[in-house]
């Protein structure tokens, strides 16, 4: 994809050579957010830099399937597909974060934390396009001051982000920069959307395969909750074929993803399809109540 870049987006690659640090990527939905981290991986590679990249969109993710935030870093443009490490995941279960702060709010910090041990020069933040409202501009309050960036990159359409900025604008610890949409900006339909999440999801569970796992001998947490929000007890729901489950091990570390395919009552076993294969290393799964159904379009359960 050709990016057309507004000047000050030149601008703020001669900042951020110079000063480094981090920066959260602010913006509602569809004002290019994406695009602007591309732009400044793409170009501050080329500068030399090293960078990391933490997906907090755990809607339209780039980097690992949705429902997660992913990690990579970078030392050229993402197209050109040298990474210097595979993607990392935060399984959070959730294509939204709405109602579900804590755990968001956990995979972030947990990803840019393990940025900050890699040691690379700059850390971008992407996130997703939930600003509005008071819950949107809690969730972004609680984000900045948990991951306190240097920089604030904020991209707006009108002023839909000053009463978050208004927060930061007289702290020094904080530089925040208001960038011009670029003007190619083409706006999603949630069915385009929607479309994506599956190709994600089908693309991440291509080289499946099944295994046993004995679930007395793993620590379950989470629950499947019904559409009216009751949690439905465990051996029913790990007999919901494909219920996004997540893999950890004993470092409360995400694995890979899995999708429940059925329970064996008797054996207390739930079989489960995963790209993982060294299924010994897992310790916790991870209940969610998003399924994945054959097509690999989620729906709430
Ligand atoms: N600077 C640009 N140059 C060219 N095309 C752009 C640019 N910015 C955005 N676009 C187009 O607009 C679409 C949406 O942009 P992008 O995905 O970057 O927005 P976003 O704010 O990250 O959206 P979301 O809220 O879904 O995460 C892109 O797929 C791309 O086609
Ligand atoms: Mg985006």
């Known amino acids: 994809m050709e990016i057309s870049a507004p ?20 913006g509602g939905t569809d004002t290019g957010k994406t695009t602007l981290a591309n732009f400044l991986i793409f170009n501050l590679c080329r500068r030399g830099l090293r960078i990391a990249l933490v997906d907090a969109d755990i809607g339209q993710s780039t980097l690992g399937p949705p429902a997660t935030i992913g990690l990579a870093q970078f030392k050229s443009d993402p197209d050109w597909g040298v ?3 595979p993607a990392e ?4 279960g959730v294509a939204t974060p709405e109602g579900h702060f804590p755990l968001h709010l956990k995979g972030v910090k947990r990803m840019v934390d393990r940025a900050i041990f ?8 992407d996130t997703t396009g939930f600003i509005s409202g008071e819950a949107g501009k809690e969730l972004k309050r ?10 604030i990159l904020a991209l707006q359409k009108c002023d839909e982000l000053e009463p978050i900025l208004e927060l930061y604008q007289e ?3 904080y530089r925040i920069y208001r960038l011009p949409l670029s003007e190619k900006v083409r706006p999603r339909s949630m069915e385009e959307r929607r479309i994506n999440r599956a190709n994600k999801f089908r693309d991440y569970f291509k080289d499946s395969i099944i295994h046993e796992l004995a679930i007395e001998e793993v620590r379950i947490e989470g629950e499947v909750l019904d559409p009216s929000g009751s949690p439905i007890p465990l051996d029913w729901a790990l007999r919901i074929n494909g219920i996004l489950i997540g893999l950890k091990d004993g470092n409360d570390e995400t694995l890979a993803l899995a999708l429940a395919r059925n329970y064996l009552e008797v054996k207390k076993v739930v079989r489960v399809s995963t790209p993982l294969r060294d299924i010994q290393r897992v310790r916790t799964i991870q209940l969610s109540s998003l399924k994945v159904i054959p097509l690999y379009e989620e729906e709430r359960f």
């Open 7 to 26: 000047k000050e987006w030149f601008a703020l690659l001669d900042v951020l050579t110079e000063e480094k640090g981090m920066a959260i990527l602010l």
């Open 83 to 85: 990474v210097l490490s």
């Open 89 to 92: 995941i935060f399984f959070v």
């Open 118 to 125: 890699y040691a690379t020069d700059l850390i971008l933040v």
């Open 171 to 173: 702290n020094p610890l």
């Open 142 to 151: 609680r984000k900045i001051d948990l991951i306190s960036p240097r920089f």
